[in-house]
């Protein structure tokens, strides 16, 4: 009698380790001066710290994390669409409610328009306070709100 097949195990790593931690994030952008005011408001009121900087990038860290913008010339559209596949948003962690309401306030006039307004703060069901904003570009971020004790 033929046994069942195995699945391979699951290799769970120790908090502690890089081994399945992210690295970095990329993110190719249209226009690079374009996109800077809105993302740089948004990473360093979060408080990722300019990382790189050169003429056709920038990035912002948090820890052993960073986040590149850069205007590459391969680009193929001039703008990002969330629905095609790939990436469809970033979600950060962005302090309490009131941090994400804060950030929600201000996005506006920043570049940033709030998505889902209807069901805002809770577009992500009702135990999940989370903003979804897009920027000028097509680019989604979900500012999660850490739960409520």
Known sequence: ????????????????????GLHHVELWVPDLAGSLPAWRWLLESMGW????????????????????????????????????????????????PSDVDTLV????EHGWTLMFADRHPYAGGPDHYAAYLEDGYGFEVELVASERD
């Not at 850069?70 to 979600?91: I, K, V, W």
């Not at 306030?105 to 506006?108: D, I, L």
Request: glycine fraction near 6%.
């Open 105 to 108: 306030r201000a996005a506006p």
């Open 1 to 20: 009698m033929a046994s069942a097949p195995t699945r391979p195990r699951a290799v769970v790593a120790e908090p502690a380790s890089r081994a399945a």
């Open 49 to 96: 710290q300019p990382f790189q900087d050169w003429d056709a990038g920038k990035s912002w860290r948090l820890g052993d994390v960073y986040v590149v913008m850069e205007q590459s010339p391969a680009l193929t559209a001039d703008r990002h669409e969330r629905r095609r596949p790939g990436l469809n948003h970033l979600a950060f962690h962005a302090g309490d």
